[in-house]
């Protein structure tokens, strides 16, 4: 298990990209993809990047699903879980079949658009209805499974209504942690789950369980504006530094 463990500095640099990201979704319930995904995608790849945040999310991040189903809206998380399970497993054939190197500029890409979005400040104001739930679903659900990147489609879509920020945060937590089992089975079918990924998981989880540890505790007693400006700098950060035009030749 430890020889198929990359470079020492390809895993500093997961570690670090695991501490920021798991900063972000302690306190947001998102962002966490958009920080580990393209810095992670440079060092390891994205074949072995995404599997990477899914299991380690998923294990730092299971104390928070009690409080999330005590405050979520239970109903539409399930009706835009039901669409994930469309969008996940497409998702996951394209990072299974895509050419790595074209999958890291997608993903670079990909988090700029999101980004950009996020930032603007628009918002879905229109009521999420059945449709338009299982519609995110399908989108996010893609995003999901191609880079863990499903959170900006349902961050748009929870944050336009009348909704309370901590509902907000617990529908994400919750919707997560479905959309994790999800992923899961779509990627053991996909086979994308070896003994390297699991030594890289037992290095990255406490960088990214002590991100989320801060995180959460900065919820309800930090600005929460610009906590979440600090973030986006991050990301933009991160996909600028994940893009393939630094390789060395």
């Known amino acids: 298990m430890i020889a198929s463990l990359p470079s020492v500095a390809s895993c500093m640099l997961a570690a670090l990209a ?17 920080i580990f995904m393209p810095l992670s995608a440079a060092a390891l790849g994205p074949r072995l990047a995404a599997p990477l945040l899914l299991v380690v999310d998923a294990a730092m ?24 399970l469309v969008g996940a497993p497409l998702g ?31 918002r879905y104001s229109g009521r999420l209805g059945p449709r338009a739930a299982v519609s995110v679903g399908v989108v996010s659900g893609f995003c999901t499974g191609a880079a863990q990147m499903g959170g900006p489609p349902v961050v748009v879509a929870w944050l336009g209504g009348a909704i309370p920020v901590s509902r907000v945060r617990a529908n994400l937590l919750l919707f997560f942690a479905a ?8 990627y053991a079918v996909g086979g994308l789950f070896n003994f390297g990924l699991v030594a890289l998981a037992v290095l990255v989880a406490p960088a990214y369980g002590l991100g989320v540890w801060i995180g959460t505790r900065l919820f309800g007693l930090a600005s929460e504006r610009a906590f979440r400006r600090a973030c986006f700098v991050l990301i933009a950060l991160a996909a600028v530094i994940g893009l393939p035009l630094w390789d060395r030749p």
């Open 61 to 84: 991040t299971l104390p928070l699903i009690l409080p999330a189903w005590r405050q979520a809206d239970r109903h539409e998380v399930w009706s835009v879980a039901a669409g994930a």
């Open 18 to 34: 695991g501490l920021l990201a798991g900063l972000a979704r302690g306190f947001s319930g998102f962002g966490a993809a958009l």
């Open 92 to 122: 996951t054939a394209l990072l299974v079949h895509a050419d790595p190197q074209a999958l890291r500029w997608a993903l670079s890409g990909l988090v700029l658009t999101m980004l950009a979005l996020l930032a603007s400040g628009w």
């Open 179 to 186: 959309t994790g089992v999800i992923s899961a089975i779509s």
